[in-house]
């Protein structure tokens, strides 16, 4: 074999597995002076025999991950028969666990790059609603994929993280009677804008409750009915203004009123 190993690394995905697998057995002899070639989104015979031939010409090795048993089969078998050293990366993995589970695998290619991109997704999603929180940066807004607006105690904040966890970027922007809302909201499309509607009662009950576990009296103007008032007329206007749907959360627990959302955006 040469002096830097050389390793055909073959999929049916586009072979990160593999990759990693290899790299990790090699760093246990060498410095790290190695050479890969990957051979991705392998689907027939063909191609595991010009790659096995190149490894034969090489003197390289092989290791592959294939979910297609045929094609696993066809492998090893021609590995052995032309005296190459091949290493079957998830072959001995999925029948122990056929054994193991009593059923048999799915046999799809590349689920654990789609599992990978869906986590990533989310995770991407939450920081966003994370950093564009209660109107901290209005550039979020054109960003977003959905701009929940309302005043305070709407559940702006748990449901752009509840929607956030199914993949969706939200921003959310407070309406306070003294701050004019950003001119973000009027410049983007108003049906990613969602206006978040409560009833003056049900506000005015989740508001003394809130100044009590802060250990506030409920005389505080927060709670005041006439500010409560002026402050939700100053949200219709808003939203007519945007020009956006409304939806009431007055009753509404949180996973219902983002189910509501989902739709109304589908």
Sequence with gaps: MQD????????????????????????????????????????????????????????????????????????????????????????????????????DPRLEPGLVHQLDEDYFKRVEAIEFAVKYDDGRDPRGIARADIILIGVSRTSKTPLSQYLAHKRLKVANVPIVPEVDPPEELFNVNPDKCIGLRISPAKLYDIRKERLKALGLGDQATYANMERIQQELQYFDQAVEKIGCRVVDVSHKAVEETANTIMRMIK
């Design 4 to 103: 830097k190993p050389l390793v055909y690394v073959l999929s049916d995905s586009v072979g990160e597995t593999a990759e990693l697998v290899i790299k990790a057995g090699l760093s246990q002899f060498n410095n790290g002076e190695y050479q890969i070639q990957r051979v991705p989104y392998v689907e027939d015979k063909k191609t595991i025999d010009e790659t096995l031939q190149l490894a034969t010409e090489k003197e390289g090795i092989v290791g592959f991950t294939l979910v297609d048993p045929d094609l696993r089969s066809y492998l090893n078998k021609q590995a052995g028969e032309m005296n190459i050293e091949a290493i079957d990366i998830m072959g001995p993995m999925i029948s122990a666990m056929k054994r193991s589970f009593s059923s």
